[in-house]
């Protein structure tokens, strides 16, 4: 199988200076990016948790997917240059390749998410605290089937916090 940039060949690119903004969190647009080169950050609320270096990375699929304002905000930390897909809903339905590769990237997200999981239900099984609840959110990520979902909880019903 070939890589995500393999897959790509004749999509439109767009160049971007450092600083620059690709999704906003909470933004309603289905815009997929799929980084050719450069580096970009990944943010939650003020928090940095990624950055991301690697051709073919792609940013967007969740809010595209899931049909939901983007969980987080990405920036480039460099000059940059981007794959756009826009109507990402469409091309990806019409372009099963890319669809097909972008489901074993999350499937391997989910799987090393799942271990990571697993690993903290073995160190914190004797707790009685919060962390105890790990096998419990475990059990119910594994083994939730659902066509649908809507994201948040009851303490922050909106999925964007």
Known sequence: MGTMLSFCQGLPERTFGPGEVLLAEGGKDKILYILI????????????????????????????????????????????????????????????AIAYKLARLLAQKLHGITTYLVDLKRQFE????????????????LHQQVEECTPGSDRHPDATI
């Open 37 to 96: 080169e450069g580096e970009v950050e990944v943010r939650k609320g003020d928090i940095q948790v990624n950055t991301q270096s690697e051709p073919g990375a792609i940013f967007g699929e969740l809010a595209v997917l899931l049909d939901i304002p983007h969980t987080a905000t990405v920036k480039t930390l460099s000059p940059s240059r981007a794959h756009v897909v826009e109507r990402a809903s469409d091309f990806l339905q019409s372009h099963t």
């Open 126 to 141: 004797d707790q009685q605290d919060h962390l105890g609840m790990v096998d419990e959110v475990l059990d119910t990520l």
